[in-house]
């Protein structure tokens, strides 16, 4: 790769997911690797790790023999203006909580015709980006993925992580700035970095990636298995997603069959392409083709599903050794905000009804303590605190999709 083609990519974020990209990314030729991350000393903490060693990344593969990537990135920082300064392409790879600092500290380096990522985006991704960055968001393409492209793990900050899963192929949807074109070939050269697995499948609008995302399943299995609960502790957690229930499979497939719907009406509504809107059982299905042995029903994908298998509700113990739900872990504090609320506030747009959404939404704010939906309107006073369209002043269907 000459030195006209060489990439500038900065990972934003240093959990999991960040330290895989970082090291696959690294160990491709004539690539430029920055990492920014904002809390505590974890950059400071990293760079110090890698003065010693390189960062390994092992990748393992069903029936083959590990393989290990070691790399370096040229760059772990704290500081936002150093990050950013001549980079091709951003990528979000941390919680949607996380989104808006990160983006409000790079808003005043960012350059005309970067590439912002979200890997995954979650929800309302491009809504925030606009009210970040303001006109700054018609100089920038913006991509946004349903999902990680790898399940890893930590094994050592900034020297061990383990890719225990590639997935075959991922969905996401683009839309190129107004105002800049991008300064590389957006999906070619998030491919490049990324590796051969995942396949980068890019179509629709970016609408399309909001509505789909599957931020629904946390809370919909949580309201299944607790809300007839009757406050008494349990003797151990149960299993979350192998532990499906009758009840749970129908929660879920009611929820997406809402948002199959929602995705319909928005297209036909506006002429926007939102095709890549699929039921969950679809997406399951696809994310999981080797390790689903049984593939009849919603029920049996999750049950019978290997990268599933003893994953257990979030629960607090107790001075006897019991156990209780944990409403405040993220499956309810990200999801919703990011997730549930986005879908219901473009619903409530386009006026299609959500009535199983509605009802989860409406268990799930009550235990963590937020007002979102109040009456059939997402009026309450913590929208201000979600990435819905409302809390960006966005109320018609023009405005959500960035026509006006």
């Not at 970067?114 to 991704?125: C, R, T």
């Not at 900050?157 to 683009?174: N, P, Q, W, Y």
């Not at 299993?239 to 879920?252: P, Q």
Request: one cysteine or more.
């Amino acid at each position: 790769m000459s030195s006209t083609d060489s990439i500038k990519l900065l990972i934003c974020g240093s959990g999991n997911g960040a330290h895989a990209f970082a090291g696959i990314a690294s160990s491709h030729p004539g690539t430029e690797v920055r990492v920014l991350s904002l809390y505590q000393d974890e950059a400071e903490r990293w760079s110090k790790a890698l003065e010693t060693a390189d960062l390994e990344i092992t990748c393992h593969r069903r029936d083959q023999e590990p393989s290990v990537i070691r790399s370096k990135p040229a760059l772990i920082t704290k500081n936002p203006e150093d990050a950013v300064r001549g980079v091709d392409i951003i990528a979000f790879v941390l919680p949607a909580f996380a989104h808006q600092v990160f983006l409000e500290a790079l808003k005043p380096y960012i350059e005309p015709g970067v590439i912002i990522v979200g890997l995954p985006g979650a929800s309302g991704l491009e809504f925030q980006v606009r009210g970040v960055l303001g006109d700054k968001a018609n100089t920038c393409t913006v991509m946004n993925f349903e999902t990680l492209p790898w399940a890893c793990r930590l094994g050592e900050f900034g020297r061990k992580c383990d890719v225990l899963g590639t997935k075959e192929s991922i969905s996401g949807a683009m839309q190129v700035g107004r105002d800049a074109a991008p300064k590389k070939d957006p999906v070619t050269t998030l491919q490049s970095l990324i590796g051969d697995h995942p396949r980068l499948k890019v179509a629709g609008h970016l609408i399309g990636m909001t509505i789909m995302c599957p931020k629904y399943l946390h809370p919909s299995i949580m309201f299944s298995q607790w809300e007839g609960w009757d406050g008494k502790p349990v003797s151990e957690p149960p299993l979350f997603y192998t532990g499906l229930s009758e009840l749970a499979a129908e929660i879920l497939s009611s929820c997406s069959d809402e948002v199959l719907k929602l995705g319909r009406v928005v297209g036909e509504k506006s002429g926007v392409d939102t095709s890549q809107v699929t039921h969950l059982y679809d997406l399951i299905v696809k994310f999981y083709p080797q390790e689903i042995s049984d593939t009849t029903s919603l029920r049996s994908v999750f049950r019978t599903n290997a990268a599933y298998q003893g994953l257990k509700h979030p629960m607090k113990e107790t001075a006897d050794h019991s156990f209780v739900p944990d409403f405040a872990h993220r499956y309810l504090t990200e999801d919703i905000p990011y997730g549930l609320v986005v879908i219901r506030g473009i619903a409530e747009i386009v006026q299609v009804d959500t009535p199983t959404i509605d009802k989860v939404l409406l268990w799930a704010q009550e235990k963590v303590g937020k007002e979102y939906l109040v009456g059939a309107k997402l009026q309450g006073k913590d929208v201000p605190s979600t990435r819905a369209p409302q809390r960006y002043g966005l109320t018609t269907l023009d405005a959500i999709l960035g026509r006006v």
